[in-house]
């Protein structure tokens, strides 16, 4: 396995993807469609590779500025297609953003919850090996992916709490934006999105409305973190990595960062980008392939 830490020049972007590119991404169907709710946007898509199992598992979960407007689980068919020539499975999740009915907070996390705790059901069916699994998620997905293994951490107070959730020890973050009290700004420049859009309205019961949905609140979360970023990132710069991982590190959890070289922030996501080689390395390494 190539060393994720000396990435060759084979590795390295030349011409960074843009929105309308990643936008064209395509991939395989999936081998299995299955709801979790009755709103259109609650289901999950299951991608498998060939043979009898069990299968290590990817936990994907698309970003897009937490709106429908750019993109979203159609463009993972794309990394999902690479993984499972691996023999890796692939649960790429779709879930209500904030402008849609029931999306937002607390909608948005409950459907990201149960959709990973459904993976203990479809595991017994579909043969998936969950001792060797890693949530990677991008962008806004990089915040929920970071959320979803951090859930054991939530109060009991929170609408999306869960007894036992599904424990998952890595995540990657592609382009994360998982500080929303410190990337507020960030976040209202690069996806012009508010707070309140993405974590709900303070209460007298909630003062607080990170304590329940922002990963850097809910540290330490007894997880390795890596954090990965294109060179070009203009939506979520190398330094947020950087800040999370710094964060996350004084807390006692384990945190890495990685950057693309000459990646953008669309580079994270594309396995027909050269950066694909430095984000394959390390879900590899993570499943201990």
Excluded at 142 to 157: D, F, I, M, N
Aim: charged share 20%; glycine share 10%; net charge negative.
């Amino acid at each position: 396995m190539p060393d994720p830490t000396r990435p060759s020049t084979e590795a390295v972007v030349t011409q960074p993807m843009d929105l309308q590119a990643y936008l064209a991404l395509t991939g395989p169907a999936p081998d299995k469609r299955i709801a979790y709710g009755t709103a259109p946007s609650q289901f999950v898509e299951l991608f498998k590779p060939e043979g009898p199992g069990p299968h290590p598992v990817v936990l994907l979960i698309h970003g897009g500025c937490w709106t429908v407007h750019f993109g979203g689980i159609e463009q993972m068919r794309n990394m999902a297609g690479a993984l499972t020539k691996q023999g890796i499975a692939v649960w790429n999740v779709e879930y209500r953003r904030y402008d849609e009915d029931g999306g937002g907070y607390p909608g948005m996390y409950q459907d990201v919850a149960t959709a990973v705790d459904l993976l203990r059901h479809e595991a017994k069916v579909s043969a998936l090996d969950l001792e060797r699994i890693v949530a990677v998620g991008h962008s806004a997905g990089g915040h929920l992916a970071q959320w979803a293994v951090s859930r054991h951490k939530l109060p009991e107070w929170s609408p999306a709490w869960a007894p036992q959730p599904l424990p998952i020890k890595t995540v990657i973050s592609l382009g994360g934006l998982a500080d929303l009290r410190n990337e507020a700004d960030l976040i209202r420049r690069t996806c012009e999105r508010e707070t309140e859009q993405i974590a709900g309205h303070p209460s007298a019961a909630r003062p607080d409305v990170f304590a329940d949905t922002s990963p850097a609140e809910m540290l330490p979360a007894g997880v390795r973190t890596i954090l990965i970023h294109g060179e070009h990132d203009d939506i979520s710069p190398t330094v947020t990595g950087e800040n999370y991982a710094r964060r996350a590190r004084a807390a006692g959890d384990i945190a890495e960062v990685f950057v693309l070289p000459g990646g953008s922030h669309y580079d994270e996501v594309s396995a027909d980008s050269k950066a694909w080689a430095i984000i394959n390395a390390q879900i590899l390494q993570a499943l201990g392939n």
